[in-house]
C-alpha cells in the first residue's frame, strides 16, 4: 500500500476544491441567465397578463364574494330597514359584514366536501 504524501494529498483537495468552483460557476451563470430573462420587460408584462387571466377566470369565488356582499346588504336592509337610530345603524353595520362571512364559510365548507 503506497502512501499519501501531504502535498499529493494537498493536490487532490485542490483539484476538488476546483471542480466545485467550476460547478457553482456554471450554476451561477445559469441564474444569471434565467433572472435576466425574468426582468425583461415583455415577460414582466406577459406575466402580469397571465396573473389578471387567471383572477379573473375564477370565476366561481368572484361570484360567490358577489353574493356574499349582496346578501349582506339585503339582510340588513331587510332586518333594519330605514331606521335614524345610531344604535340601530351600529348593528346593522355589524350584520351586514357578518352575513357575507358566514357565506363564505358555507361556500368554502361545500366546496371542500366536492373536491
Do not use: C, W
Request: net charge positive; aromatic share 6%; glycine share 4%.
Amino acid at each position: 500500500m503506497k502512501r499519501i504524501s501531504q502535498t499529493e494529498l494537498l493536490d487532490l483537495k485542490i483539484l476538488e476544491l476546483k471542480k466545485q468552483q467550476n460547478l457553482e460557476l456554471l450554476d451561477l451563470k445559469q441564474q444569471i441567465i434565467y433572472t435576466k430573462e425574468s426582468i425583461k420587460p415583455s415577460n414582466l408584462i406577459k406575466e402580469g397578463f397571465t396573473e389578471v387571466y387567471h383572477s379573473v377566470t375564477n370565476k366561481n369565488n368572484l361570484m360567490a364574494n358577489a353574493v356574499a356582499i349582496l346578501g349582506g346588504y339585503f339582510t340588513r336592509k331587510a332586518i333594519l330597514g330605514n331606521s335614524d337610530s345610531f344604535i340601530k345603524k351600529i348593528a346593522g353595520s355589524i350584520i351586514q359584514f357578518a352575513i357575507p362571512n358566514l357565506i363564505n364559510n358555507l361556500n368554502t365548507k361545500t366546496d371542500e366536501k366536492n373536491i
